[in-house]
């Protein structure tokens, strides 16, 4: 199916947008016709939200997500009894030692929704799409595994050659900078904000060249979400960041 409503109703997105003009809850509202089998593909986009909920319930804190596939009151509850939901998060609740969870348990969690995803898509684009993103939290947590000093096994989701190669290599950049020339800048950046903007740099510019030249095609579509989960999220990021500032101003 070609959208080509869909993409001439849509504004072009800009990584330093202030603005989402349409955000995605319009987006998949169900106006703009989305065939039950791609809107399947959107939702194992949508379930990482349920997975972020889930990481931050077992981390002590509870978040609310807007366009998740299941509520923060239901992970709650599956939390304390996992009965329902997809599979992986539940036999991932269930293998978990009694109160307790850490960054290992976390990178675990993701691990098991890379491999969900990649499983279940039928677009190429978005498997791709997946397993970057998985050898890119890799690459990440690699980096921070080093520089603690823990053991890199303990922090690796994937059992791929990749993820193996990954693991054994001792040199700087794990021997990845021909494949991915942007490590250099991550070896470089140690101030978490930084950081943080140069991975979300890293991820557009994957999706800017991934999604193909044809404006129409659902590539399209998943990479505009794509660009829409960093958008939106750093878009409520900053404003919370703003609303601290004002209550702490208050209290003086």
Same mark, same amino acid.
């Given at each position: ?172 950049? #794990? ?42 095609? #659902? ?34």
């Amino acid at each position: 199916m070609k959208y080509y409503f869909l993409v001439a109703y849509l504004p072009e997105l800009q990584r330093d947008d202030r603005k989402v003009k349409i955000g995605l809850t319009e987006l998949i509202s169900g106006q703009y016709e989305i065939p039950p089998e791609d809107m399947q593909e959107i939702k194992l986009i949508l379930l990482s939200r349920d997975v972020f909920m889930v990481e931050k319930l077992l981390s002590g804190k509870s978040v609310k997500m807007d366009n998740s596939i299941y509520d923060n009151d239901f992970w709650q509850d599956q939390i304390k009894s996992p009965q329902e939901g997809p599979q992986f998060i539940l036999d991932f609740i269930r293998g978990l030692a009694p109160d307790k969870y850490g960054p290992k348990d976390a990178d675990r969690l993701y691990g098991a929704y890379y491999d969900h995803a990649i499983t279940q898509s039928r677009y190429p684009f978005l498997k791709e799409y997946f397993l970057f993103e998985r050898n890119l939290r890799n690459i990440i947590a690699a980096l921070r595994a080093r520089q603690k000093e823990w053991n890199l096994a303990h922090y690796l989701v994937g059992e791929d050659e990749w993820v193996s190669n990954l693991e054994r290599s001792s040199v700087e950049d #794990f021997g990845l900078s021909d494949e991915y020339p942007w490590i250099s800048n991550l070896l470089s950046t140690d101030y978490p904000p930084q950081r943080q903007d140069l991975i979300e740099q890293i991820i557009w510019e994957y999706l800017e060249t991934q999604a193909g030249n044809d404006p129409f095609h #659902f590539n399209a579509i998943l990479s505009y979400i794509l660009k829409l989960e960093i958008l939106e999220k750093k878009l409520s990021m900053s404003q919370e960041k703003g609303m601290n500032i004002v209550r702490r101003l208050e209290e003086h």
